[in-house]
């Protein structure tokens, strides 16, 4: 192969990261790279993410492209990967962990504490819309789509008073300058995967990427996303999740939230790690006490 194909969406967002993985990948292996511009359903809507898809909304058209030989690698944000393993495609690598956690991008300079009650804050994700009805419920929460920049110009006189959006994004834009407060990842836990990217191969091309693996951030992610899994909740839904590893363990915590913010269930379980029945052993334990607690009725999950 004398260059490697990377398929990857067209926002300015998946653009970089797809060339920061093309430039690492270059790095690591030597290997001469070429992206290949893919458009999903997911770019085409402008339905809320609650009512335009669900799983795969943004990776079908990347994992068609790459089973009809268009590419030889594709690169997804992890968050809006399906969790159902795919029979003929497999995540190889999942590169070092970028900032996990939720920024708030607020009109002059305000927080998430000194909003003023009744502020309205725009956010595409059900997860977040309920942790910001249980941490203010005296704000307005709106409902919106659009890339980064598109979200970032509604903060406006007239329009919204702040957005929540990913901080790994913003910083692989360059763009932290109008983060006003970063969200702490313990009290609000994000999208299960959340600030990592996947690069999916068809099976039997693992080689091709697997220099970029890094293994603590796998086992972080794979408890986070196992919990969704069984769960049986998209990556839509309202279940926040933060693995870690931390002095050979690996730390998971997750919440399940009613989409009014009136509920939050949270489960956190330990495993030694490295260990490779660990993001199993953690995930299986959270969903498991989540859903004796109830999350079924939160998630639509069948308990």
């Known amino acids: 192969m004398t260059t490697l194909r990377i398929g990857t969406r067209g926002s300015a967002l998946a653009l970089t990261q797809t060339g920061m993985v093309a430039a690492d990948l270059a790095d690591a292996t030597g290997v001469s ?7 999903t359903d997911g770019d085409r809507s402008n339905e809320p ?21 268009e590419c030889d690698v594709i690169v997804h944000s992890l968050k809006d990967l399906p969790t159902a393993p795919h029979d003929r495609l497999i995540v190889a690598a999942i590169p070092s962990r970028e900032d996990p956690r939720d920024a708030l991008c607020a009109r002059d300079g305000l927080t998430l504490e000194t909003l003023p009650a009744g502020a309205r804050v725009g956010t595409g994700s059900p997860r977040r819309m309920a942790q910001l009805r249980a ?29 929540v959006l990913a901080g790994a994004g913003l910083r692989r834009l360059g763009r932290t300058e109008v983060v006003t407060d970063w969200l702490d990842a313990d009290a609000w836990p994000t999208a299960p995967g959340q600030g990592a990217l996947a690069i999916e191969v068809r099976r039997g091309d693992e080689d091709l990427v697997r220099a970029l693996d890094h293994a603590e951030t796998r086992a972080a ?14 990556c839509s839904a ?7 590893v931390d002095a050979g363990l690996l730390l998971l915590s997750a919440s399940v939230y009613s ?4 509920v939050v269930l949270t489960s956190s379980h330990a495993a030694s790690w490295p260990d490779a029945d660990a993001p199993h052993d953690v995930g299986a334990a959270a969903a498991r006490e989540l859903l004796d607690a109830g999350a079924a009725d939160l998630t639509g999950a069948r308990p």
């Open 259 to 262: 989409l009014d913010g009136t």
């Open 221 to 234: 992610v794979e408890a986070e996303r196992h919990v969704l899994a069984l769960l049986e909740a998209g």
């Open 135 to 163: 941490r203010r419920p005296d704000l307005e929460v709106v409902d919106i789509r659009g890339n980064v920049e598109t979200r970032l110009g509604r903060v406006a006189p007239g329009d919204l008073d702040a957005v």
């Open 49 to 69: 993410l609650s009512r335009a898809g669900g799983a795969g909304l943004f990776t079908g058209a990347l994992r068609d492209a790459l089973l009809a030989d």
């Open 33 to 39: 790279t070429e992206l290949v511009t893919i458009t």
């Open 238 to 244: 309202p279940v926040g999740a933060r693995a870690v």
